[in-house]
T-cell receptor, first 115, second 117 residues
Framework: KQEVTQIPAALSVPEGENLVLNCSFT??????LQWFRQDPGKGLTSLLL?????REQTSGRLNASLDKSSGRSTLYIAASQPGDSATYLC??????????????FGTGTLLAVQP | AAGVIQSPRHLIKEKRETATLKCYPI?????VYWYQQGPGQDPQFLIS???????DKGSIPDRFSAQQFSDYHSELNMSSLELGDSALYFC????????????????FGPGTRLTVL
C-alpha cells in the first residue's frame, strides 16, 4: 500500500532557526513529490515540486531534497520567521502506467515559529 | 497569474440535501482533480478528469458524481448529504504535456467549505 508519513507531527522553534521537516514514503517508484503549505482553514499552496529524476529543488529560503532509494524527502527552511507558521504537507504521485495521477498526502507537520 | 477558482467558498446544507461544487482550472490546464479534507485530516483524493474523461478514481462515495465540461471547468455533485460529508473540498488543476514527460504540478484552489447540518 502506498503511504506517506511525516515526522514530526508538530514542531515549535524560535525565530531565526533553521529547521528540517521529514517526509517518508513507501515504494520508491514515484513520479514526483510536492511540498505544500496550508494555513488554518485555508487552501494548499504549492511550495516545491521535485521530479523523480531530481535530487533537490530550491525556492528562496526553502530547499527540498529527494532520496528515492531510501524513500525520503526533506524540506529545509532557513532562518525561520513567524510568518512561516503553518501546516506543511508532503504529497507523492506514484508512476504506474501514467493513469494514476492522484496525490497521496502525508498527515502534515504543524510548524509554529515563536517570535 | 490566474489561479484555480472554486465556488461557492462556503456552503451550508441540511442532511439528505444535494450540493454542487464548481471548479474553474487555470487556463490551458487539461486535468482537474477533486480532494476532500475532513477536520484535522489530510486531503483525500476523490476523482480526476483529463480532457473531459475520468482518468482516476479514489474513495468517492457512490452518492457523489463529477464531470468535466467542454470549457474544462468541473462540477462535483453530492446527493443525500450526510453529516460526515462536512469537509473542505479542494479542486486542483495541472497541465499534462502530451508526448513527453511533464511536470504535472498540481495547483490547488482555495476550497469550498461544506457544512452539513
Amino acid at each position: 500500500k502506498q503511504e506517506v508519513t511525516q515526522i514530526p507531527a508538530a514542531l515549535s522553534v524560535p525565530e531565526g532557526e533553521n529547521l528540517v521537516l521529514n517526509c517518508s514514503f513507501t515504494d520508491s517508484a514515484i513520479y514526483n513529490l510536492q511540498w505544500f503549505r496550508q494555513d488554518p482553514g485555508k487552501g494548499l499552496t504549492s511550495l516545491l515540486l521535485i521530479q523523480s529524476s531530481q535530487r533537490e529543488q530550491t525556492s528562496g529560503r526553502l530547499n527540498a531534497s529527494l532520496d528515492k532509494s531510501s524513500g525520503r524527502s526533506t524540506l529545509y527552511i532557513a532562518a525561520s520567521q513567524p510568518g512561516d507558521s503553518a501546516t506543511y504537507l508532503c504529497a507523492v504521485r506514484w508512476n504506474y502506467g501514467g493513469a494514476t495521477n492522484k496525490l497521496i498526502f502525508g498527515t502534515g507537520t504543524l510548524l509554529a515559529v515563536q517570535p | 497569474a490566474a489561479g484555480v477558482i472554486q465556488s461557492p467558498r462556503h456552503l451550508i446544507k441540511e442532511k439528505r440535501e444535494t450540493a454542487t461544487l464548481k471548479c474553474y482550472p487555470i487556463p490551458r490546464h487539461d486535468t482537474v482533480y477533486w480532494y476532500q479534507q475532513g477536520p484535522g485530516q489530510d486531503p483525500q483524493f476523490l476523482i480526476s478528469f483529463y480532457e473531459k474523461m475520468q482518468s482516476d478514481k479514489g474513495s468517492i462515495p457512490d452518492r457523489f458524481s463529477a464531470q468535466q465540461f467542454s470549457d474544462y471547468h468541473s462540477e462535483l455533485n453530492m446527493s443525500s448529504l450526510e453529516l460526515g460529508d462536512s469537509a473542505l473540498y479542494f479542486c486542483a488543476s495541472s497541465l499534462r504535456a502530451s508526448g513527453r514527460r511533464s511536470y504535472n504540478e498540481q495547483f490547488f484552489g482555495p476550497g469550498t467549505r461544506l457544512t452539513v447540518l
